[in-house]
């Protein structure tokens, strides 16, 4: 029989900060984390901003952090989000830091009958941290130009020098699962997916497929990414999708708005523990929310353009309502649809913004304009292969709240988006609470995940 899967820890390092409950505060504040790019000299660029995460120290976060002082930033950010999703779930121990001033952090010490061989991992993170210095001064100093050759000497005398073996490592993106697994001492199932865009939301949903069919008891499933460097930020501007709005770069982001032009990159993480129900509650731990459904598709249109009808979109969340025992056109009994938010992909493209604007109304038909549909990219920048696990946490914080994020710089709608896009102010649903979430990913390339989240009951 089909195991029930809940969520019992969550976290997050997000532009906006580190910590699930102040992050929410300032998302429910329309607080923005944009500004100008830092990480490299960005002035020429015609895109020179994005949404970075500053003063991260994972340090902050990890007792043992030494052992992980190498791993690039993606590896970083999800060592620090598994870390306060490991402790929220009841599975470990903080510890007091002894540096001055400084947070308390975690000290990963499974707790007495955790089967460490019952406990997987899923993510979504992307490449690691690219070594382009030491790269392209290799490459350079074995130029040879009167012939355009490289001299194999002294390209190899030169990385010899520059390059290192563990910089090379952290480049791979299957990195991150083992500084993860190191962290833990998980040593059940590891995969990681790399399905852009929609990539951790993937993670989760089949994370908790892993656990629906008995593989694992605990897993921890989420995405992690950095793309704002040199090669990254190059080619979404060479595919004009990233916003050039220079001159006002916290108003840049604009899903669902008229004069929107363009996602403004993100970075960070968002890990979840997520476990069977009977086994969370044999061991008393709090159960947050519960994953009810899963819905995954692929357009099979165009590497670079979404299925124009949203075919794609409407399925995966078909399948997510479906296996959620979710009608999409059925009220409840307060009059609501039965989905009271979607958190929206909602990533400020043309082409994004209106097709799952018409796969919404495909799904939902007439019930369509009363399901508020909201994008925290408007905020945190998108944040690529960690943007779908930190939107599911926002669909977690709506229930547990009972308050919906704003979508930001939304002034001037579209006549075509003409859905609830909760503009401009969060929206507070205490009254009638929030019950059951939907969670959109769609990545490039065509791929297509939903989660649909519940309150536990």
């Known amino acids: ?26 998302l429910l504040a329309g607080a923005n984390a944009v500004s100008r790019v830092t990480r490299y000299p960005a002035d020429t660029f015609a895109t020179n901003f994005a949404a970075e995460v500053r003063g991260f120290e994972l340090s902050h976060f990890l007792e043992d952090w030494r052992q992980h002082e190498s791993a690039g930033l993606n590896s970083q950010f999800a060592l620090a989000a598994a870390a306060q999703a490991w402790r929220q779930a009841g599975l470990g121990e903080e510890f007091a830091s ?44 074995a130029w040879k130009s009167e012939t355009k050759t490289i001299d194999d000497v002294t390209w190899a005398t030169t ?44 993670a989760i949903g089949e994370a908790t497929e892993i ?13 992690s990414h950095s793309m704002i460097h040199l090669l990254g930020m190059t080619g979404f501007i060479r595919l004009t999708a990233m916003s050039t709005r220079r001159e006002s770069p916290q108003t840049a982001a604009r899903p669902f708005s008229g004069s929107r032009d363009g996602f403004v990159m993100g970075e960070g993480a968002g890990i979840l523990v997520i476990e ?14 519960e994953i009810a459904g899963y819905g995954s598709s692929a357009d099979a249109f165009r590497i670079t353009d979404i299925q124009p009808e949203g075919k794609g979109a409407v399925a995966a969340m078909a399948q997510a309502c479906a296996q959620a025992g979710v009608s999409p056109r059925e009220k409840g009994p307060d009059g609501r649809p039965l989905i009271h938010y979607i958190s929206a992909h909602g990533t400020g493209t043309q082409e994004n913004d209106k097709i799952e604007t018409r796969a919404v109304k495909t799904l939902f038909g007439d019930l369509a304009s009363k399901v508020p549909f909201s994008s925290v990219k408007s905020m945190l920048g998108h944040l690529i292969q960690a943007a779908g696990a930190v939107e599911l946490i926002t669909c977690v914080k709506a229930i547990e709240t009972g308050f919906l994020p704003p979508t930001m710089n939304l002034h001037d709608a579209a006549p075509e988006l003409d859905l609830d896009y909760v503009p401009n102010q969060p929206r507070d649903l205490r009254g009638v609470g929030v019950e059951a979430c939907l969670s959109n990913s769609f990545g490039f390339g065509g791929q297509n995940n939903t989660v649909c989240v519940r309150r536990w009951r």
């Open 1 to 26: 029989m089909s195991r029930r899967v809940v969520i019992t820890g969550m976290g997050w390092v997000t532009p906006l900060g580190s910590d699930v409950d102040s992050v929410w505060t300032k």
């Open 98 to 141: 002894a540096i001055p001033g400084q947070r308390r952090g975690f000290r990963v010490k499974p707790i007495t009958g955790l089967d460490m061989d019952r406990v997987g991992m899923y993510l979504g993170a992307g490449e690691g941290s690219l070594d382009y210095d030491n790269v392209l001064a290799t490459n350079i100093a």
């Open 159 to 202: 990385a010899m020098k520059r390059l290192s073996a563990s910089a090379e490592i952290e480049q791979e993106p299957n990195i991150t699962l083992s500084h993860l697994a190191r962290a833990f001492g998980a040593h059940g199932p590891a995969f990681n997916c790399m399905t852009a865009c929609a990539a951790s939301t993937q």
């Open 211 to 223: 656990i629906r069919r008995g593989d694992a008891d605990v897993m921890l499933a989420g995405g």
């Open 276 to 289: 069977d129900a009977e086994h969370a509650l044999r061991r008393g731990a709090k159960i947050i929310a």
